[in-house]
């Protein structure tokens, strides 16, 4: 909705198997419309995953207009791997009073 926002959390693992070497992020990025903007989470450049550990990605959309919008996150690890995340959103501007009947008083 405009004027809204909404955030997404998506979960980065290691998914090799236990005894298996750690992974470190070595790059988190943003790309595609500016309504999508990454705001917390556990996940920073830096962060270790020993085999079978996560962390987080919290991603927040504010659409500006009646449209449609896209982005991607990437994580990249140190040892060349990587993985992006497709972003998908669409800024609808709901009718006033849509919600007004549900909250009358009743007697």
């Known amino acids: ?5 909404a955030t997404l959390a998506f979960t980065v693992s290691n998914a090799a198997e236990p005894g298996s ?3 470190e992020l070595s ?4 790309s595609g419309d500016a309504e999508f903007e990454i705001t917390g989470g556990d996940c ?3 962060t270790e995953l020993a085999a079978g550990e996560s962390c987080t990605v919290d991603v927040t959309f504010t659409p500006s207009a ?16 990587s993985a992006t995340v497709t972003l998908s959103g669409e800024g ?6 849509i919600f007004s009947d549900r909250f ?3 007697n």
Not at 1 to 5: P, T, V, Y
Not at 66 to 81: E, F, H, I, L
Not at 92 to 97: H, K
């Open 1 to 5: 909705e405009l004027g809204g926002d």
């Open 21 to 23: 070497a750690s992974l």
């Open 27 to 30: 790059a988190l990025s943003l």
């Open 44 to 46: 920073a450049v830096g």
């Open 66 to 81: 009646q449209a449609t919008y896209s982005g991607a996150v990437g994580v990249a690890t140190t040892d060349g791997g």
């Open 92 to 97: 609808v501007e709901l009718p006033d009073g």
């Open 104 to 106: 009358e008083e009743q």
